[in-house]
């Protein structure tokens, strides 16, 4: 069984993400790791290059500003890197995730476990998602508890959207046509989270990444920029992180160059979270939560 990891990134350094310690924290589970590389001028290449891994193979690649619409450069970065792998199952990371050591050969032992079962299509990961600072965690119904992030390759899998996610299609001209939907993977669940950085860069890092990031999103106007406010964008609740981050980003995380306190008495509810969250946490799961996979019991 041969496992294939992949990712895609473009000026890494200047968007302040992990993406060096999230591909090596995966490194240990596969067996080849490919990233479509897009034209970067921050030296994001130069860095992979240095890692001097023979298991990293990269893919140059030139983004297409015409697709802004939704997000699709990111699904169209993601699929020239999960095209171009050999293995057996599958294996994204996104350059702002980080695996924990602890964990990251538990998930290749429960992909071999399950590798003859061929009910099982992939697997979902819990998240961790911090936010403001390394010592907080963002646990409001706004964000998302799972997503597939392992998944067999062979059977048409691609990702979509703006690739957060991953579905299996039937014919992939009517997927690159954009007139099939897809069908979600049934997949397991493996209790080993991922460690998601991207709220994590402090006021500056963050607002100039929103900026560049926001563009492609953007019908076409290359000088669109959301708004952003630091003290109030997404803060809604946030708990202590009481865990310990993955080795790969100790110097990170000591390195901390700004202070962000949590201030409930500040927080931003919509009005409908307000309502449902003391709910939701009574009942222990998010009432209409939106799943992109069907889980197997």
């Not at 171009?84 to 476990?113: L, Y």
């Not at 989270?193 to 500056?204: A, C, F, K, L, M």
């Not at 106007?221 to 003290?231: G, V």
């Amino acid at each position: 069984m041969k496992i294939s990891g992949f990712s895609y990134v473009r000026n890494g350094f200047d968007y302040g993400v992990p993406f060096l310690e999230a591909f090596q924290s995966i490194l240990p589970a596969c067996d080849e790791f490919i990233v479509a590389v897009g034209d970067s001028t921050d030296g994001t290449r130069e860095a992979i290059e240095a890692l001097q891994s023979d298991k990293i193979r990269i893919i140059d690649t030139v983004w297409d500003d015409n697709l802004r619409v939704g997000g699709k450069i990111f699904a169209q970065q993601c699929n020239i890197a999960l095209d171009a792998i050999s293995g057996d199952w599958a294996f994204h990371i996104q350059a702002d995730e980080v695996i924990h050591e602890n964990d990251i050969m538990k998930i290749r032992k429960t992909v071999e476990e399950n590798d003859g079962d061929k009910r099982v299509e992939g697997f979902i990961l819990p998240f961790l998602h911090f936010w403001g600072g390394y010592n907080y965690i963002r646990t409001s119904r706004r964000v998302h508890k799972h997503e597939v992030r392992l998944f067999r390759n062979g059977i048409r899998v691609q990702s979509y959207g703006d690739s957060m996610g991953f579905r299996k299609y039937h014919n992939l001209e009517a997927f690159h046509a954009g007139t099939e939907k897809g069908e979600k993977l049934r997949v397991k669940k493996i209790d080993c989270p991922i460690y998601h950085y991207t709220e994590v860069r402090g006021p500056n890092m963050k607002t100039k990444k929103a900026e560049a990031i926001g563009k492609f999103y953007d019908e076409g106007n290359p000088e669109a920029k959301p708004k952003i406010n630091w003290e109030k964008y997404g803060y809604d609740r946030l708990e202590i992180f009481k865990g310990t981050h993955p080795k790969l980003m100790e110097p990170k995380v000591k390195g901390q160059h700004w202070e962000f306190t949590f201030d409930p008495a500040k927080a931003v509810w919509r009005k409908k979270d307000r309502i449902m969250q003391p709910i939701e946490d009574i009942l222990g799961f998010k009432i209409g939560e939106y799943k992109n996979y069907k889980l197997i019991r």
